[in-house]
């Protein structure tokens, strides 16, 4: 907790170090997207197994409060991922850290370019929206739709704290030997970073483009709306048949969103919990107990994810399901 509040403290003090200012950012808006990504995930996978739930989370998305958060999470992805360009270049290139200032200040206008026409774009599909005087979730509604998580959050950090106290009573004085061990994994995972990043790019790219910009949130549940990258048109204005829309979709009997959408998780999952496990343990260095709590936290929570994102994709939405996500809507509209 001291190391966190030094870190504050000495960000907001340091003054014309634009560097400082991008480390600081680059951090705050990984962990912004990954607690979106944790999101996402399990609302998601819900279109397979709970579809009325999916229902409900997608309503959740079209409130004042998420529409909002959609805008800053756009602007955290496209941030993080060319400052994360930057970063790499300036390892590849150490001789060239000179000119990191100057760096700095081209994501920084790179991001505001890109943004510029993107929140446009958003903003577009927001005014048609609520022109059309939809029924929103009131937001007393939406923070109570958030709580479903909190418990899984909660047992996560517990389990990885007794995983953390098993682990040291079990190794007791073999931890010195596995540091060895540990350094050759820390360097593969430095190249992973990497690497993954220039892998996910072009992949989160085209989702943010088609889910967000050309899309929008609030298409999903647009009865007759087209499914973008489909051909095919949401009869039922359910969320659950616009995910099934995309993932049924075969191209040369190759479900081609579902391969998409397997290469994102897995990459993305990968690489945001790794960051994350960077974060934790910077600031758990003191304590090895919390310190091998982070990384079992980081673990569960990216081995969860991977298996309910699998599943899912691996998973039947048929129109059981769509009846089901029709049944939830109704209900949602018949709400006072």
């Given at each position: 907790?001291?190391?966190?509040?030094?870190?504050?403290?000495?960000?907001?003090?340091?003054?014309?170090?634009?560097?400082?200012?991008?480390?600081?950012?680059?951090?705050?808006?990984?962990?912004?997207?990954?607690?979106?990504?944790?999101?996402?995930?399990?609302?998601?996978?819900?279109?397979?197994?709970?579809?009325?739930?999916?229902?409900?989370?997608?309503?959740?998305?079209?409130?004042?409060?998420?529409?909002?958060?959609?805008?800053?999470?756009?602007?955290?992805?496209?941030?993080?991922?060319?400052?994360?360009?930057?970063?790499?270049?300036?390892?590849?290139?150490?001789?060239?850290?000179?000119?990191?200032?100057?760096?700095?200040?081209?994501?920084?206008?790179?991001?505001?370019?890109?943004?510029?026409?993107?929140?446009?774009?958003?903003?577009?599909?927001?005014?048609?929206?609520?022109?059309?005087?939809?029924?929103?979730?009131?937001?007393?509604?939406?923070?109570?739709?958030?709580?479903?998580?909190?418990?899984?959050?909660?047992?996560?950090?517990?389990?990885?704290?007794?995983?953390?106290?098993?682990?040291?009573?079990?190794?007791?004085g073999g931890e010195a030997a596995a540091s060895v061990q540990g350094s050759r994994s820390e360097r593969f995972w430095w190249s992973f970073m990497r690497v993954s990043s220039l892998l996910i790019l072009p992949l989160v790219f085209g989702h943010l483009g088609v889910m967000h910009v050309l899309q929008g949130v609030?298409?999903?549940?647009?009865?007759?709306?087209?499914?973008?990258?489909?051909?095919?048109?949401?009869?039922?204005?359910?969320?659950?048949?616009?995910?099934?829309?995309?993932?049924?979709?075969?191209?040369?009997?190759?479900?081609?969103?579902?391969?998409?959408?397997?290469?994102?998780?897995?990459?993305?999952?990968?690489?945001?919990?790794?960051?994350?496990?960077?974060?934790?343990?910077?600031?758990?260095?003191?304590?090895?107990?919390?310190?091998?709590?982070?990384?079992?936290?980081?673990?569960?929570?990216?081995?969860?994810?991977?298996?309910?994102?699998?599943?899912?994709?691996?998973?039947?939405?048929?129109?059981?399901?769509?009846?089901?996500?029709?049944?939830?809507?109704?209900?949602?509209?018949?709400?006072?």
């Amino acid at each position: 907790m001291t190391s966190l509040v030094i870190t504050v403290t000495e960000t907001l003090r340091y003054r014309g170090a634009i560097g400082q200012w991008s480390w600081a950012l680059h951090r705050l808006s990984g962990l912004g997207v990954v607690l979106f990504l944790v999101l996402h995930v399990i609302d998601t996978s819900w279109a397979v197994f709970w579809p009325g739930l999916y229902e409900e989370a997608i309503a959740s998305y079209q409130s004042p409060l998420f529409t909002i958060g959609e805008f800053g999470l756009v602007a955290a992805v496209v941030y993080h991922a060319f400052n994360g360009l930057r970063i790499v270049f300036f390892d590849y290139k150490p001789h060239l850290w000179r000119h990191q200032q100057r760096a700095a200040q081209i994501v920084l206008l790179a991001t505001l370019v890109v943004l510029a026409p993107v929140f446009l774009l958003m903003f577009g599909h927001v005014l048609d929206f609520y022109r059309s005087a939809p029924q929103v979730l009131p937001l007393t509604e939406v923070l109570r739709a958030q709580l479903v998580f909190l418990p899984g959050f909660i047992a996560a950090i517990v389990a990885a704290v007794i995983l953390s106290g098993l682990h040291g009573l079990v190794a007791g004085g073999g931890e010195a030997a596995a540091s060895v061990q540990g350094s050759r994994s820390e360097r593969f995972w430095w190249s992973f970073m990497r690497v993954s990043s220039l892998l996910i790019l072009p992949l989160v790219f085209g989702h943010l483009g088609v889910m967000h910009v050309l899309q929008g949130v609030f298409d999903i549940t647009a009865q007759g709306h087209d499914v973008v990258g489909t051909g095919l048109v949401n009869e039922s204005g359910t969320a659950v048949e616009f995910v099934a829309a995309r993932w049924n979709l075969l191209v040369g009997g190759v479900a081609v969103w579902r391969v998409y959408d397997f290469a994102l998780l897995a990459l993305v999952v990968a690489h945001g919990f790794n960051g994350l496990r960077y974060v934790l343990t910077d600031y758990t260095s003191h304590s090895p107990l919390l310190r091998r709590a982070s990384v079992y936290l980081c673990m569960l929570g990216a081995v969860t994810l991977l298996l309910l994102g699998v599943g899912a994709l691996l998973g039947t939405i048929d129109e059981t399901a769509i009846e089901m996500g029709v049944a939830a809507m109704e209900r949602l509209h018949a709400a006072p």
